[in-house]
C-alpha cells in the first residue's frame, strides 16, 4: 500500500496537543507539569478537550504515551476505541488489555482499516507517533495550544518531514491563563 492518502478518503484525522512555546510536548524525561502548573483556571477551563474529545471514533496513541497516561493510574478513555502503535511491545500492559489494541504496521494500512470499521473521526496523540502520520500527509487537522513557557529542551512536537505540509490557519483563540489555541487544517496537495 502506498504511504500517502488520497484526498477523496472521508476519515478526518486530527491533533490535539499542548506545547511550550519553543515546540515542546514534554521535558525529556517525559515529564508534563509545566503544563499542569501552567493551567490556573482550577480545572475550570478545559480548552474545548472535553468537545474535541467527543467528536472522535477512535483515538491513536503511542507507545510512550500510553505509558504515561498509565502511570497517572488511572486508564481515562473507557467508552473510546484505543489503538496504541508500539513494535517493541508484543502485548499490552494487564491493565488496559481488554480496553484497548495493540497495532505495529504501517499507519496508511492503520486508516484504510479503521475506516472500513466505521471510524470516521481519529485522535493521533504522542510526538513520534503525530511525526509518523504527518510524514505520510495522514493528518487533516492540527489544534495546537501552546504554553507561555520555554523549555529549552524536550521532546518535540514535529520533526522531519520528506516534503513541506502547507497549513490554513482557521482560527486562534486566546485563554486567560495565557494559553493560544490555533486550528490548521492541513492543505494536502
Ligand atoms: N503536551 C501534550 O499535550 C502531550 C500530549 C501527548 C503526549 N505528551 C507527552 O509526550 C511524551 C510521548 O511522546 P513521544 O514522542 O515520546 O512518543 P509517542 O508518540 O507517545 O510514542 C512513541 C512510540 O510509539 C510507537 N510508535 C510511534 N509511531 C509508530 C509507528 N508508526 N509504528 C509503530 N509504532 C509507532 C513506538 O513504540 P515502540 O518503541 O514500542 O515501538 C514509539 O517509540 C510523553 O511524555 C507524554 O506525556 C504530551
Known amino acids: 500500500m502506498k504511504e500517502d492518502r488520497d484526498q477523496d478518503e472521508k476519515v478526518k484525522i486530527s491533533v490535539f496537543i499542548a506545547t511550550s512555546l519553543d515546540g515542546f510536548i ?8 509545566w503544563l499542569m502548573d501552567a493551567d490556573n483556571s482550577g480545572g475550570e477551563e478545559d480548552y474545548g478537550y472535553k468537545e474535541f474529545f467527543g467528536s472522535v ?5 503511542g507507545r510512550n504515551t500510553m505509558e504515561k497516561v498509565l502511570s497517572f493510574g488511572e486508564w481515562p478513555y473507557e467508552e473510546k476505541r484505543v489503538v496504541i502503535l508500539s513494535r ?11 480496553r484497548a489494541e495493540l497495532y505495529s504496521g504501517p499507519v496508511a494500512d492503520l486508516i484504510k ?13 504522542g510526538g513520534k507517533t503525530i511525526q ?13 495550544t501552546r504554553i507561555p513557557i520555554l523549555l529549552g529542551e524536550g ?23 495565557g494559553f493560544v489555541q490555533s486550528t490548521y487544517e492541513v492543505v494536502l496537495q
Open 57 to 61: 471514533d477512535c483515538l491513536v496513541m
Open 88 to 98: 517493541a511491545l508484543t502485548e499490552l500492559p494487564q491493565q488496559i488489555k481488554e
Open 155 to 177: 521532546i518535540p512536537l514535529f520533526g522531519k518531514l520528506q516534503k513541506d505540509l502547507h497549513l490554513k490557519h482557521i482560527h486562534t483563540k486566546e485563554f486567560q491563563s
Open 132 to 144: 509518523s502520520f504527518l510524514k505520510c500527509s495522514l493528518i487533516n487537522e492540527i489544534i495546537l
Open 26 to 33: 514534554a521535558r525529556k524525561n517525559g515529564e508534563i507539569d
Open 113 to 125: 482499516k479503521l475506516e472500513q470499521e466505521a471510524c470516521h473521526s481519529l485522535y493521533i496523540d
